[in-house]
């Protein structure tokens, strides 16, 4: 049994889609998972086993068909829009397989564009200052005032990984963070995620096809028709 | 960091790619908006500029028309007020250059003196024309061609103050002429386009020396015009200038006289116009003066039945004398007792004429009972209080008689001149007053004399005691507010701004469409930032905001570039209404005139159909998951309609269609085109149904597998299908509206020979300056004007004329006084005439035009009026009352009592003839004619009558041109209708080519297998275009075939209008622009490596 508190937790999670108004299409089936805080756990699966789906559900981007979805204890399926956009904002920080970098923003701002969404010109000073902290810490000291398309693409990514961390969330949930990445760039990036969730203690879910990255987590579950399995 | 900064490095960031295209798409759309409001303005300003240009500095005026007062009625005024006056003496007339090849038969000639250019904006450097010498205004100059030192023949028409239509007034009026040299041209704004009436267009002027002018017209010292400035003094108002006509208005004014008796010490009153107007009465009996009223009148024939005395005067007797006798009675003087051989209780008979409505002399015969026998020296005592008969009393013999009724000089005795010699006019017989009132009273008067018997009446006391009683109105003077009036017309007119947004309705749909496409092209592209704002914990309302106000800045600039766009615009379409569009308006002289409230109000207008359809995006974005919007290629909905559903609908659309052909005739009319109209509409839906089921149903038959580039862009259609019935239901509406209501003109031929027409089934219009008095119907009125008398098929329908206003659309200013006909109403009720659209009387609904000799009431006149000129004209319908005042100052409620579809009467309103004569009795003669002349006698009609009425200033055209003048307003307004349509249509096809870029966008990883499938990118770029193609192609050839069918009726109308070419290049060029479009487009888009799509995927 974990000292962790609970962070996260799906409860009989179920998601169905609707196509053409024929076919029931079900992705997720009864799922049951615990998230504690400071946890690390890596989703597998084959391509369309709903791996995604599970993520944005956890990430509040998507809301289950059936089912709870419990953080800190309180059931979020019933959130207004607006509540759970703050808990995205403040407790979550996504990294997708693309690093989705505003090319119109420099390093540093693209960083900083999660604080505008709920932070005042104080929070602002703030993460500013952690932002330079944080792109010091990834290597990207040097490329704060840069475009974004200066950056290569491991670059790029963990300039991504910097903005998930900006609100100091207490959950990092990436989709294939490294699927775009070459080898190299990619074992560096999970090396990275794994050293900022020891640093920050923030609970990482990572999706993924790679069972060395799989490895690196402390839980591993595997999905596949719709059934998730703890496999570690 | 923070939002203001994000938003700029956005913006920064799109500048090129979004903002640029944006702006620019918002320009056209504000600027055609903005355009079309700044017309309104400047077709407003131009008429209040033209208002000003004509009045110059006059406020109010006094037009009286046919009466005539005191030329130093202006003075007196002058003198007391100390306001700025013009006496103007203001007639009709012809100019004639060249011996008669170049004329202007309706020309304005004004008798001034200097003080008419004190009136005039600027002050110019005019005075009083000298003798023989005229200034011109610009209009006459262009018309004739005419230079300063030039000369040209001024003709007017002789005045008389006995109005045309009384009895005894002569038929032939004189014409005199002078040649004249052109001293000055006088420009628009040193009031050389003067006029009272509220029009646009310039009427032909003529300045002429006031005494050389009424002299000339044999009027001295008269006028009919007074011009006042009330606007230099303030402190004068209304009131007071109304108080100060009245206080100098005397009997002269009034055409009356008063004159003492020498030897009996009475004071006689009469009237220049013979007969004492009505009104006289009833001011006599107000005034409380001691009075004997008189009428006297010339007969044919006093006879017995073995004797007669030709062509005497009759009077009647006072009523205080001391013979009474009966109405059956007379009193005879002894000269005709002798000549008669009559006495005491013998018969007696009176042969007279009286005259009718339309001035035909009607001979009647009253028998009477000879009561007495009064001697020479008591008869002559009447002869004082004879009135000047025209052509009569100041004639030297009777052989030199010349009245207005036809007069056998052969019955003239020797004694008969005797008499006249030794007696004058002194009259033979006398009968009651009433019996002679009776017998002779006339709209014109009751009363010939007033005998004021009462020797403390000194004649200041009597004309003061009478005036005290009445006022100038009474006798046809008014001061009008014509500044006032002029200025409302003006502002109350065709509303431009409205007209032009409808007009322009298709260019701003299609601009607005198209930055429509252009936001939610850019809202689209950025779908990704969309969804990361979203996963980033951004509330919806905050990514709107974001959006909002970083496309915002794009709509103000786009806004404010428009509002100079729409300048050009204006400017463009002040052009096309000032040349070819000149149809429309029939001034060239518009002005561009900016309204800053006008400009805020486009750019407000604008700028909130930019905020709604970027906010239409944004929220249709926003309640898409997040997880979603960074997918591509997926579309948010995918619904369809049931096929079966389809095919019935079809089916039972074109069963309606079938119905339609084969149950209306095309050729019927204006019924046909609202059938024909749906039909087409029924087909334009049908088309669409079907188009949607076959791109829907591609796909699902087996043997439907795709085997060349062109099926397999069918099927693309398919499977974006709402894009795709979208494009092609936007080009085909566009093309049916454009053509259907562009192209659907009114014929200028279109049965015009039918009665139920516009014109009546009459050939010929025509209007004369100065009245006609024949009866052209009868054999001497032919003979006039030159028609073979023999011929019995020949109808001229005359009517009389009171010229206030135009109503008709050729008038951009709104009226509240139409100028009034008079018509013979049963005339046109036994022809059964023209076409009613309403009737207020249901029982006349069979013979309406017999309502206008219905009696409604006291000061209650039945009216009818074409519907174009009470709906857009006056604003007004069937039932309203207009408000007019009579020549005797009475107030008069013109009840409109019915409509007619467009005719030849547009701008006029129509009552009996009767109403007419009793309410404007000096308003004499035919000015209006409709002539139904036979194929055979048109050669002699068309070279006869001009010539032979050249002298009246007579203006003919075909009935049907003169309906083809209104429709020209009309056929002008759809060409501005089409050519801006197809404007707007070109301007949508520009959005085909972004729905292009959309699509592409949206499709690009699916594009991309095609290149990693080998396809080249040729045949890639081939299969776009082929898609699109199909929908531009589909969509015209439903558009125009759904129009064709609806313009049917139009192809069966003789003389319809169809501009074929406007609507071939219309059809040509819109799939022709459309597939440039398409191609640049595709070009553009697929010149970017398609690969990377596959990976992002």
Request: proline share 4%; with cysteine.
């Amino acid at each position: 049994m974990s000292v962790h508190p609970i962070l996260f937790e799906l409860r009989n999670v179920t998601k169905s889609y609707v196509i053409e108004k024929v076919t029931d299409y079900t992705v997720l089936k009864n799922i049951m998972l615990t998230l504690h805080s400071g946890q690390t756990v890596a989703i597998t699966g084959p391509s369309g086993s709903g791996k995604s789906t599970m993520l944005n559900i956890l990430g509040t981007l998507d809301k289950p068909s059936e089912g709870d979805v419990f953080f800190r204890d309180q059931n979020i399926t019933e959130l207004s829009t607006n509540d759970l956009a703050r808990i995205r904002n403040q407790d979550i920080g996504f990294i997708f397989q693309l690093h989705h970098l505003l090319p119109q923003c420099t390093v540093l701002e693209n960083v900083l564009i999660p604080v505008l969404a709920f932070g005042n010109s104080d929070d602002i000073d703030k993460a500013t200052h952690r932002a330079e902290v944080l792109l010091t810490r990834v290597g990207l000291g040097q490329h704060m005032n840069s475009m974004p398309g200066t950056l290569s693409g491991g670059e790029s990514q963990r300039v991504a990984v910097v903005r998930a961390l900006i609100n100091n969330p207490s959950i990092l949930l990436a989709d294939e963070p490294t699927g775009s990445l070459d080898q190299d760039n990619a074992k560096s990036l999970m090396e990275l995620l794994v050293d900022l969730n020891n640093e920050e203690n923030t609970t990482l879910v990572v999706v993924t096809h790679s069972n060395e990255l799989a490895k690196m987590m402390n839980s591993v579950y595997h999905l596949q028709n719709g059934q998730l399995e703890k496999q570690q | 960091m923070n939002f203001f900064k994000l938003i700029v490095n956005n913006f920064k960031y799109f500048l090129h790619s979004q903002h640029i295209p944006m702006a620019l798409g918002t320009m056209i759309t504000s600027g055609v908006l903005i355009g079309a409001l700044i017309v309104g303005d400047s077709v407003k300003e131009s008429l209040v500029n033209i208002t000003y240009n004509r009045l110059g500095n006059v406020t109010h005026a006094i037009d009286s028309g046919d009466r005539y007062f005191r030329y130093q009625l202006a003075d007196e005024i002058e003198n007391e007020l100390e306001i700025p006056i013009a006496p103007v003496l203001k007639l009709n007339g012809f100019a004639i250059k060249d011996g008669g090849e170049q004329r202007v038969n309706q020309a304005q000639i004004l008798g001034i003196d200097k003080r008419f250019w004190n009136l005039a904006p600027n002050y110019p450097n005019f005075s009083e024309p000298a003798q023989n010498t005229v200034l011109i205004n610009e209009k006459l100059a262009n018309q004739l061609d005419l230079h300063i030192d030039d000369e040209f023949l001024l003709r007017v028409k002789s005045i008389d103050y006995f109005p045309v239509d009384a009895p005894f007034a002569l038929d032939i009026q004189h014409t005199a002429s002078i040649r004249v040299k052109v001293a000055g041209i006088v420009s628009d704004n040193q009031l050389g386009r003067f006029n009272l009436q509220a029009n646009q267009t310039s009427p032909f002027n003529i300045f002429v020396n006031y005494n050389q002018l009424a002299t000339l017209v044999d009027i001295p010292d008269k006028c009919n015009t007074l011009l006042f400035n009330l606007n230099l003094r303030n402190s004068i108002s209304f009131n007071e200038l109304s108080g100060s006509l009245k206080f100098n208005f005397n009997f002269a004014d009034a055409s009356l006289s008063l004159s003492r008796d020498s030897g009996s010490k009475e004071v006689i009153l009469k009237s220049d116009r013979i007969f004492l107007e009505p009104v006289i009465g009833d001011l006599l009996e107000q005034s409380g003066l001691e009075n004997q009223q008189y009428f006297t009148y010339f007969v044919n024939a006093l006879k017995t039945s073995t004797h007669s005395t030709p062509y005497s005067f009759v009077s009647s007797l006072d009523t205080d004398a001391s013979i009474k006798i009966k109405n059956d009675e007379i009193v005879i003087n002894s000269w005709l007792a002798r000549d008669l051989n009559v006495s005491k209780g013998d018969s007696l008979t009176l042969d007279y004429f009286i005259v009718g409505t339309n001035r035909d002399l009607i001979l009647e015969s009253s028998v009477f009972k000879i009561h007495s026998i009064i001697g020479m020296p008591q008869a002559q005592r009447a002869l004082k209080l004879l009135p000047d008969f025209p052509g009569l009393t100041e004639s030297e013999n009777c052989r030199d008689w010349d009245p207005g009724i036809p007069i056998d000089l052969d019955m003239i005795r020797d004694k008969d001149e005797v008499y006249w010699d030794e007696y004058h006019g002194t009259p033979k017989a006398f009968i009651n007053l009433d019996k002679a009132q009776e017998l002779w009273g006339n709209r014109f008067g009751n009363m010939t004399a007033v005998k004021f018997t009462n020797d403390k009446y000194t004649l200041s006391l009597i004309e003061n005691k009478i005036l005290d009683k009445s006022t100038p109105s009474l006798f046809g003077i008014n001061i009008k507010p014509v500044l006032d009036e002029g200025l409302a017309a003006s502002k109350n007119g065709v509303d431009f701004g409205e007209l032009f947004l409808s007009l322009s309705f298709f260019i701003i749909a299609a601009s607005l469409i198209l930055t429509g496409l252009l936001y939610v092209f850019s809202l689209e592209q950025r779908k990704g930032e969309t969804g990361l704002y979203l996963a980033l914990g951004y509330r919806p309302i905050q990514i709107k905001l974001l959006f909002f106000f970083e496309f915002f800045i794009t709509a103000v600039i786009g806004v404010l570039l428009g509002s100079g766009v729409g300048i050009l615009y204006d400017l463009f379409i002040l052009k096309a209404l000032g040349s070819i569009w000149i149809g429309a308006v029939g001034t060239s002289d518009l002005i561009l005139f900016l309204k800053p409230a006008t400009i805020l109000n486009g750019i407000g207008i604008s700028l909130l159909l930019v905020v709604i359809s970027i906010f239409i995006e944004l929220k249709r974005q926003t309640i898409v998951p997040a997880t979603r919007l960074q997918r591509r290629g997926q579309p948010y909905k995918i619904s369809k309609l049931n096929p079966k559903i389809i095919l019935y609908l079809s089916a039972a659309l074109f069963v309606g269609v079938i119905i339609i052909l084969f149950s209306s005739d095309p050729g019927r009319g204006k019924q046909a085109y609202g059938a024909f109209f749906g039909g087409g509409s029924m087909l334009l839906l049908m088309g669409h149904l079907l188009f949607y089921y076959f791109i829907t149903q591609k796909g699902k038959s087996p043997n439907s597998h795709v085997q060349s580039i062109f099926k397999l862009a069918f099927s693309n259609t398919g499977r974006t299908r709402s894009k795709s019935i979208a494009i092609t239901a936007i080009l085909a509406i566009g093309v049916f509206l454009v053509i259907t209501v562009g192209a659907n003109r009114h014929g200028t031929l279109v049965h015009s020979d039918l009665r139920s027409s516009g014109t009546g089934g009459f050939e010929y219009w025509f209007t004369t300056t100065s009245p006609v008095l024949q009866d052209l119907n009868s054999i001497d009125g032919k003979d006039y004007i030159g028609i073979d008398t023999r011929n019995d098929s020949v109808l001229f329908l005359t009517m009389r004329h009171n010229i206030i206003d135009d109503a008709s659309c050729l008038n951009l200013n709104m009226v509240k006084n139409p100028s009034i006909i008079g018509i013979n109403a049963n005339v046109l009720d036994s022809l059964q005439a023209f076409t009613f659209i309403k009737t207020l009387d249901r029982q006349h609904k069979t013979n309406p035009w017999l309502t206008l000799n219905k009696r409604y009431g006291d000061n209650i006149i039945p009216a009818v009026a074409d519907e174009t000129v009470l709906v857009w004209g006056l604003g007004k319908a069937v039932g309203d009352t207009l408000y007019y005042t009579s020549e005797n100052g009475q107030e008069l409620k013109v009840l409109i009592v019915g409509s007619l579809a467009g005719s030849v009467f547009q701008g006029n309103i129509l009552i009996s003839e009767d109403n007419f004569v009793s309410n404007y009795p000096s308003i004499g003669g035919y000015r209006i004619f409709l002539a139904d002349i036979p194929v055979s006698l048109t050669k002699q009609f068309e070279l006869n009558v001009p010539r032979l009425l050249m002298d009246h200033g007579i203006e003919w055209m075909p009935a049907y041109e003169r309906l083809a003048q209104f429709h020209t307003i009309e056929n002008t307004y759809l060409s501005i209708f089409l050519i801006l349509g197809a404007l707007g249509l070109l301007l949508g096809s520009i959005g085909l080519g972004i729905v292009i870029l959309r699509n592409i966008l949206e499709r690009r990883a699916e594009l991309a297998l095609f290149t990693a499938l080998g396809f080249t990118l040729d045949k890639i770029k081939k299969l776009v275009i082929i898609e699109h193609v199909i929908l531009l192609i589909s969509g015209l050839i439903i558009g125009t075939f759904s129009a064709l069918f609806a313009m049917m009726p139009v192809f069966f109308t003789p003389g319809s209008q169809v501009p074929y070419l406007t609507v071939i290049l219309i059809v040509l060029a819109l799939p022709l622009l459309g597939t440039l479009w398409i191609y640049l487009f595709t070009q553009r888009e697929l010149l970017k490596p398609l690969l990377p799509a596959l990976k992002n995927d």
